[in-house]
């Protein structure tokens, strides 16, 4: 009968079914272990003390011992460092130990040390009596109780961050009970002295809770469990009464005595609506109504919480306490006439090919989708496949009259009870229940399979639910390889074909992330031959510097094209390497080379020689030295670095950039010397910008010496000193010099520099002086258009009238007309 093991508590039922029968039945006995265990079917921790087995105290250090649910033997160290005063999983399944010294040594499910982390310096001197591992807001929590009586926590063991709590007035000796809750996004302890009651918070806070009971001579708490979400607690006393109620203690949920002074050994809630005390073999579960059942054990047997009841884990078996749910005594319940219990006998009569079945199905024609809805959720709630079954197939029995029924709910259905019961099977062995599977969601329950190496199960699954490839496989297969690279006994060669097998055609799958792994480990052969895979070069370069693969790593960024991670490189060979070794590598790759001669032209000159240096080049080290000539403050430096430069380029045979450096250091001596007379800076002015500066000024003297010195060409001379003489608005030396020799540059420079600088009264001077061939663009820059006109009409060019025509304003159309004549006159006498 479905409802043979349903015991009734209140109003409700609750039911305890066997998930396992242990493995290690006959070899492990609770009654000598510590038990820790993870909550969402996780894997159980004992840790069994030697020193208690003998009579005389002995140093031997405990045994730990990891097992999965189904009691198989996972991993087994021998603890070998301090006085462990608690131990604990986090919600990633990773194992805590929680030392006197107030230091917590984390491991993985597999017992490898993965870091560890202090409670701080107070816990270190004064040592911890007691520890807590609760889960919070941001992750797992670890609360700790020193010695004077001071509570300090973390609430993620991940990042942990050292939090004190409020003290607890008077308190002179260990509490009576104390527990972590976790309220409204702020953790508090709630401690008990005796018969007082206290929460303590982080903000230096305590209150003091008096929580209403029906009598008053109750005596002392001397027990406490705080529910799995959180929002109820309750407390036991030393007169054996229960007291349930809200967290905050201000609401009382129920009260029951169980007439029992002896502290139970464990006292935990199931789920929300019941609360579980242990004593020896005997089990008590208690409703909020004073209801109760009784459960004997034929041994010791350890409590875990669930958010929806409860593990009971004895030596022989593992067991399932839950109240049944809704859905299933709706449908199960004797006597019930709910929708889905009368599909259900409708689908067993029809299996018989009864008639009954027909009567059942037209009294709950009207309500039968939603007969199909429960017998769907409550496949999903039984542990067994076989009731399972009989409820799928009473759903798809009833949907079969049901015309606009959408399968998702069915498919779904079928989809996670697959799964379910493929990981709750003993190999696996995760006890997952619906409930707790919708809590946990399908990519925690893969990653949790990952955890367990057992990569083959979790891509099974992912290709059942097709989950795309980026999120299931082929990052599980990512993982495996990770995995892989962590075994010794295989070859390297044989370990990277076979992992480039299985990985080369998958996208995303990094096998720079796998290298690195194998680094850790230890093979670098391996993690060079893996990184061969490598398509990205920003994640395949780095781990070839990690690794000393100097070479390799410069050869795979110039491959790649990306100059950043070319002088990324470039810059970490620089650090790490002694010069001749980095020269010798860059000297191998032109690129390299010239990327890197590149970096230092812009960051370091003096490199730039080192590096022409090892070319031997000295044209290139003269050029070198000429530009950081430059960056010279002083002229002394200046010049002895030209010096240098000049040198270079004699024993390259280069006449020519010997002659142009001597003649820039005679220049820069003649700028200090200018400096030393005029009391005013040359330096950095080429000989052009010198000798015009000089102009403006009118130090004519220091510039004819200059254009003799330096044989200055007549026209490049002329131009310089008519534009700086017409920049200096000295007219009358302008016209002086305009005098002095026939102008190589012809009058009409003169005009135009007048012209530039606005001044039409002295350009018109030099107007009369233009020869004919030059004089029609002199009158346009003068702005006599008609002038220009007439004389271009007279030297009859018509390149002259088009450049007019083109000058002339557009609101002047009688000139423009008459030069359109001029050009038309031209056209007929040709």
């Known amino acids: 009968m479905a409802t043979a093991d349903w015991n009734p508590l209140g109003d409700h039922y609750y039911r305890k079914c066997e998930v396992y029968a242990m493995e290690w039945s006959g070899v492990v006995d609770l009654a000598k272990h510590t038990v820790a265990a993870a909550a969402y079917g996780g894997p159980i921790a004992l840790m069994k003390d030697e020193s208690k087995l003998n009579r005389v105290p002995t140093n031997i250090k405990p045994v730990i011992t990891v097992y999965n649910a189904a009691g198989k033997i996972i991993n087994q160290i021998r603890w070998n460092s301090g006085t462990i005063v608690k131990m604990g999983w986090t919600i990633m399944e990773d194992l805590l130990f929680v030392q006197d010294d107030g230091v917590v040594l984390v491991y993985d499910m597999f017992l490898t040390f993965k870091r560890t982390f202090s409670m701080g310096q107070e816990a270190k001197d004064v040592k911890i009596l007691d520890a807590r591992i609760f889960t919070s807001f941001q992750g797992t929590g670890v609360a700790i109780m020193t010695s004077t009586f001071r509570i300090f926590l973390i609430t993620n063991s991940d990042s942990p961050r050292i939090i004190r709590l409020a003290e607890v007035p008077d308190l002179n000796t260990f509490p009576s009970c104390w527990d972590i809750v976790v309220m409204d996004r702020q953790v508090r302890a709630l401690v008990a002295k005796g018969r007082e009651l206290f929460i303590v918070d982080q903000g230096g806070q305590y209150q003091k809770q008096d929580p209403q009971m029906d009598r008053e001579d109750v005596g002392e708490y001397i027990d406490m469990a705080v529910s799995f979400n959180n929002k109820f607690v309750v407390l036991f006393t030393s007169t054996g009464h229960i007291w349930m109620g809200m967290s905050d203690l201000t609401t009382k949920v129920g009260e029951f005595d169980t007439k029992s002074g002896s502290k139970p050994q464990h006292f935990a809630w199931c789920g929300n609506g019941a609360v579980v005390a242990v004593w020896e073999r005997i089990m008590l579960v208690v409703g909020p109504q004073k209801y109760w059942i009784k459960y004997n054990f034929e041994s010791t047997v350890h409590l875990i919480p669930e958010v929806d009841g409860l593990r009971i884990i004895s030596n022989d078996t593992h067991e399932f306490l839950q109240r049944v749910p809704t859905v299933v005594e709706q449908i199960f319940k004797i006597g019930s006439m709910e929708p889905g219990a009368m599909l259900y006998e409708a689908n067993k009569e029809y299996q018989k090919q009864h008639q009954k079945a027909d009567e059942y199905l037209r009294m709950i024609m009207e309500k039968l989708d939603l007969a199909v809805n429960q017998c769907i959720q409550a496949a999903g709630h039984e542990f067994e496949p076989a009731k399972q079954k009989q409820l799928m197939r009473a759903a798809s029995f009833g949907k079969c009259f049901l015309t606009d029924y959408r399968p998702e709910a069915f498919v779904n259905m079928c989809q996670m009870l697959r799964v379910l019961n493929q990981v709750r099977h003993h190999t696996v062995g995760i006890p997952l229940t619906y409930t707790q599977l919708e809590q946990l969601s399908m990519p925690v329950l893969i990653d949790r399979l990952v955890l367990r190496k057992l990569f083959g199960l979790a891509i099974l699954i992912c290709q059942y639910l097709r989950v795309p490839d980026a999120e299931g496989e082929n990052r599980i297969r990512a993982h495996w390889a990770c995995y892989k690279v962590q075994q010794k006994h295989m070859e390297e060669d044989q370990l990277a074909r076979v992992i480039s097998q299985k990985l080369l055609e998958r996208p995303g799958v990094s096998f720079s992330d796998i290298a690195s792994v194998a680094l850790e480990h230890g093979r670098k052969v391996l993690a060079v031959k893996l990184l061969d895979f490598e398509t990205r070069a920003s994640e ?51 690129i390299a080379f010239s990327l890197y001669l590149q970096y230092c032209r812009h960051q370091n000159l003096q490199m730039v020689e080192q590096l022409w240096e090892q070319e031997d080049n000295p044209n290139e080290i003269a050029l070198t030295k000429i530009v950081r000539s430059y960056t010279q403050d002083s002229l002394d430096p200046r010049i002895k670095t030209l010096e240098d430069a000049g040198n270079c380029f004699h024993r390259t045979g280069n006449t020519f950039a010997e002659k142009l450096t001597e003649e820039q250091i005679k220049l820069m001596r003649y700028q200090r010397r200018l400096e030393d007379e005029l009391g005013r800076s040359f330096a950095d002015l080429s000989l052009h910008k010198t000798m015009y500066e000089l102009t403006k000024e009118g130090s004519h003297h220091h510039v004819e010496r200059l254009r003799k010195d330096f044989k200055v060409p007549d026209k490049r001379y002329w131009w310089m000193r008519v534009s700086a003489l017409a920049e200096a608005g000295d007219w009358a030396e302008l016209e002086k010099f305009s005098k002095s020799k026939k102008p190589p540059i012809g009058m009409e420079a003169f005009v135009e520099v007048c012209m530039k600088y606005y001044n039409k009264q002295e350009a018109l001077k030099y107007l009369s002086r233009v020869l004919p061939e ?18 271009a009409a007279e030297n009859k060019n018509e390149d002259e009238l088009n450049y007019v025509l083109g000058k002339v304003k557009v609101a002047d159309k009688q000139l423009a007309e008459t030069v359109r004549g001029y050009l038309a006159q031209l056209n007929t006498r040709r």
């Open 774 to 791: 030059h004089k029609v663009k002199s009158l346009v820059c003068v702005g006599q258009f008609q002038e220009a006109a007439d004389q």
């Open 540 to 590: 395949q370069v780095p781990l070839l510097l990690k690794m000393g693969q100097q070479a390799p790593a410069l050869a795979k960024a110039i491959e790649s094209g990306d100059t950043d991670l070319v002088y990324t490189v470039l810059l970490n060979l620089r650090d790490n390497l002694d010069a001749a070794q980095f020269y010798m590598l860059i000297h191998t790759m032109p």
